[in-house]
C-alpha cells in the first residue's frame, strides 16, 4: 500500500482559494489513480475529484466543477486539489485515497488513505 498525508488546509473566508497537497510513501505513486474525497459533520463521505495514474483524466463532482481542479506530479509523488472560490459549504475535513483499481467516485474502491486535512470555509 501507498502511505498518504495531506496538507494546506485551513480557515478561509467564502471566494478565497486553498491548496491542498497528497504526499505519497511506499510503492509507486505513478501506477496509482488517485481521489479526493470529503466528509462534512453529520454527513456521508463524498467524492470530489479523482484522476488517472497519468495525469490524462480527471473527474469532479458537479458541486465543484469550474472551481476544484485536480492534479498531480508523479516526480514529486504529489496529487493537488486547487480550490478556487470557496463556499461555506465546501467546509469539510478533506481526504486524499488511492486506488489500483479502476478510477471511482466511491470511498470503498480506494484502499489507502491519508489522514485528513481540515477545510473551514467562513461567510
Known amino acids: 500500500q501507498v502511505q498518504l498525508v495531506e496538507s494546506g488546509g485551513g480557515l478561509v473566508q467564502a471566494g478565497d482559494s486553498l491548496r491542498l497537497s497528497c504526499q505519497a510513501s511506499g510503492r509507486t505513486f505513478s501506477t496509482y489513480h488517485m481521489g479526493w474525497f470529503r466528509q462534512a459533520p453529520s454527513k456521508e463521505c463524498e467524492f470530489v475529484a479523482g484522476i488517472s495514474w497519468s495525469g490524462g483524466s480527471t473527474y469532479y463532482a458537479n458541486s465543484v466543477k469550474g472551481r476544484f481542479t485536480i492534479s498531480r506530479d508523479n516526480a514529486k509523488d504529489t496529487v493537488y486539489l486547487q480550490m478556487n472560490s470557496l463556499k461555506p459549504e465546501d467546509t469539510a475535513v478533506y481526504y486524499c485515497?488511492?486506488?489500483?483499481?479502476?478510477?471511482?467516485?466511491?470511498?470503498?474502491?480506494?484502499?489507502?488513505w491519508g489522514q485528513g486535512t481540515q477545510v473551514t470555509v467562513s461567510s
Open positions: 485515497a488511492a486506488t489500483l483499481r479502476p478510477i471511482s467516485i466511491y470511498s470503498r474502491d480506494y484502499n489507502s
